[in-house]
């Protein structure tokens, strides 16, 4: 009997701890426990409450009999109720001192240190459903998870901006007061360099820690979200700030028709591309044009959902020579890409130098001396400024008979440091140019006869912008070649024949053009065809070492600038149009180009003034990168999925900011019993008090 008692209890037991999961549960003060030895006072009370008995004679006691025997069954029952009540009431409250809780899923990890990552990007500026910024409700996450640690916990915060003080141990106040004067940056950093930061910094502690990743998760800044070697010893968290909308148009790029300015006023075009990251279409979009704070024109346009829309504006007033200009649209809630900035700098003229014999045809004089975009310099071979000759950006060889090695040299250097060079042949082929033209060697016996000119292939780069159409039946120049030449190259033009016409070779950073035959009627017609001219402006356009750029990236803010005599020993410094801050930056002189380079996101988007000798000398404009224009982000489902082998990473994504706390406690901390435990304690209080009250 005893035995089969004993099961029965073991086994009420194994359900009452499978149903409370005893196992899980634990005391904050487990000392309070001694106090259910008081239960023994209630049932003392109860077993020696002696009561004297007062005599009362009766004359007939067989009807006092059955009401004493009725009396003393309902008395024994209240007794034993209030015992009950009582002694529940002392267990109960005991529980309620010593504190149960239910241990957590995550239970913190190290020495309570807690290391936040708050993405503090652009995108961030974007609304929530709630109405407020994401950011303003990040910054509510991290003071939620301040409110669910120990006081004695330290934190540490990153940011994109990697300031010195996020890498410090902040109590709670110092954090608390750290994310007040947190501000938007234009850094965009990927997961895996948020990872690498966070591995450089918990590697100055041993101790596990929990983590925890406070960002919009945007697909386009954070191609992978899984860190490539994944870390087991600390505890992730992963909270994603939910956008209201992932809508967005932002301006991708703008350029010239013509990648050049003139001083005259010569009509050009500005082209404009607008992205629709969202899925329907926008129509209507107001596109503002701005020249020097002075709005030069306005259109609209419509953005169909998911590509691209141009627009375009004509450029046909004078500038100056450097004109802020900046394109501003009305793109509501997402508003930080809405206006984009760019510099229309008047072109630098493009140096070419024409080194000519005796009796040379003036054809490349007649193409450049009266455009203002280029400055044309002609010199006789036996008297060459070899400085002025370093400088040029293109230098002709027009018709040479003889070559002196000191000038064979200087070209050859002239190219290797990035110039380019045309080649005008004379009747009689000079094979010293074999130095510069592999293979180049003179024809023996040109035929009288010319050769058509092949239309060019118009999928060609060079041609771009010269030719609508070409078929086999465009009029095309003739011509009969004096020269040949072999080795890679690109023929721009050929013969009928098959033979080069026009070449180009790659030299180390610079090219070299060869013609066939010179330029006189008895060899070609070619000077007076009407593709001659754009042909040498292709080759004078290109020939310049570079254009100064419309505008960089703030991720990439790496450029150069063509300053006329500048040297080495001269700073080029930068600064925002409306601060006195300057930044130095790495810079590198070649000839009259600097070349400089910024560290990544060091700036910000807007206008920079170039200082030399606290002169300004150039301007220049700085973008958003446009990867946190688009918007969409990774869903907790994604996330779930990519991290699904990895358990000691959490993601949730909280209902409100009040209630990031209580799931962190609940997660971390497990959850508080000992509320419970008092309310059935003063329940049973209660109890007794009713019992004693209505129970006659």
């Known amino acids: 009997m005893g035995s089969i008692t004993f099961e029965k209890y073991q086994t009420a037991f194994a359900g009452i701890n499978d149903l409370l999961d005893l196992q899980q549960m634990k005391f904050l003060y487990p000392t309070f426990l001694w106090a259910l030895f008081t239960l023994i006072v209630p049932v003392i009370i109860h077993l020696f409450n002696f009561r004297k008995a007062k005599k009362i004679y009766f004359s007939n006691t067989a009807m006092l009999r059955k009401v004493n025997e009725a009396s003393t069954a309902k008395r024994k029952i209240k007794h034993y109720l209030i015992l009950m009540s009582r002694m529940l009431f002392l267990a109960f409250l005991a529980l309620a001192f010593a504190q149960p809780f239910l241990i957590g899923e995550n239970q913190p990890q190290g020495n309570g240190e807690v290391v936040i990552y708050l993405d503090n990007s652009f995108s961030m500026t974007s609304y929530h459903a709630e109405g407020l910024r994401a950011i303003d409700l990040a910054a509510g996450y991290i003071d939620q998870i301040a409110n669910a640690y120990p006081a004695n916990t330290r934190y540490a915060l990153i940011t994109n901006d990697f300031d010195s003080r996020s890498f410090g141990g902040m109590k709670k106040d110092e954090l608390k007061e750290y994310v007040t004067e947190i501000k938007v940056s234009p850094n965009s950093m990927s997961m895996g360099k948020v990872y690498e930061a966070m591995e450089k910094m918990m590697a100055q502690s041993p101790q596990a820690k929990d983590v925890f990743l406070v960002s919009d998760f945007q697909k386009s800044v954070h191609e992978t979200i899984v860190p490539s070697q994944p870390d087991t010893i600390n505890r992730y968290t992963l909270s994603p700030v939910s956008l209201e909308s992932a809508e967005n148009i932002y301006i991708d790029s703008v350029y010239l028709e013509r990648p050049f300015l003139s001083a005259e006023g010569k009509n050009n075009q500005l082209n404009v591309m607008l992205k ?104 006789n071979v036996n008297n060459v400024d070899y400085e002025k000759l370093s400088r040029s950006d293109l230098v002709v060889l027009n018709e040479l008979n003889t070559l002196s090695e000191a000038l064979l040299n200087r070209l050859e250097s002239y190219i290797q440091s990035g110039g380019d060079l045309l080649i005008i042949p004379s009747s009689t082929a000079l094979d010293q140019l074999s130095a ?261």
């Open 276 to 379: 629709n990251t969202g899925a329907s279409t926008k129509n209507d979009v107001l596109v503002r044009f701005f020249i020097n704070q002075i709005q030069a024109a306005s259109a609209s346009v419509t953005v169909e959902g998911g590509k691209l829309a141009e627009i375009s504006f004509d450029i046909s007033t004078s500038l100056e020579n450097f004109n802020s200009c900046r394109i501003s649209i009305e793109d509501y809630p997402t508003v930080f890409d809405n206006d984009f900035y760019f510099i229309m700098a008047q072109s630098q003229q493009v140096s070419i130098l024409e080194i000519h014999d005796e009796n040379a045809p003036q054809e490349i004089g007649k193409v450049f001396e009266n455009e203002a975009l280029f400055r044309l310099d002609r010199q």
């Open 436 to 696: 510069l033209v592999p293979g180049y060697q003179g024809i023996d016996g040109p035929g009288a006869e010319k050769t058509d000119i092949a239309p060019p292939d118009l999928d060609n780069p060079f041609f771009e912008n010269i030719f609508e159409s070409a078929t086999d039946r465009i009029d095309m120049p003739a011509a009969r070649s004096v020269v040949s030449w072999g080795g890679l190259r690109q023929n721009l033009l050929s013969l009928r024949n098959g033979q080069p016409f026009l070449s180009r070779f790659s030299k180390a950073t610079g090219n070299v053009y060869a013609l066939s035959s010179p330029l006189r009627a008895d060899y070609t017609n070619f000077q007076r065809h009407a593709i001659f001219v754009p042909t040498m402006y292709k080759i004078a356009l290109q020939s310049k070492t570079q254009f100064q750029n419309l505008y960089y990236r703030i991720d990439e803010p790496n450029g150069f600038l063509t300053l006329d005599s500048i040297s080495v020993q001269q700073l080029v410094k930068i600064q925002p149009v409306d601060q006195d801050e300057e930044i130095i930056p790495i810079q590198q002189f070649v000839n009259d180009q600097v070349y400089f380079e910024l560290p990544p996101f060091s700036v910000s988007p807007g206008f920079y003034k170039v200082l030399l000798y606290d002169n300004e000398v150039a301007l220049i404009a700085f973008n958003h990168n446009k990867i946190e224009s688009d918007l969409k982000q990774y869903s907790i489902q994604e996330l779930n999925e990519a991290f699904a082998l990895q358990e000691n990473v959490t993601i949730f994504e909280p209902e409100a900011r009040a209630s990031v706390a209580n799931e962190i406690k609940e997660s971390r901390f497990g959850i508080s019993l000992w509320q419970y435990a008092l309310i059935v304690a003063l329940f049973f209080l209660l109890a007794e008090i009713l019992i004693i009250r209505f129970i006659k």
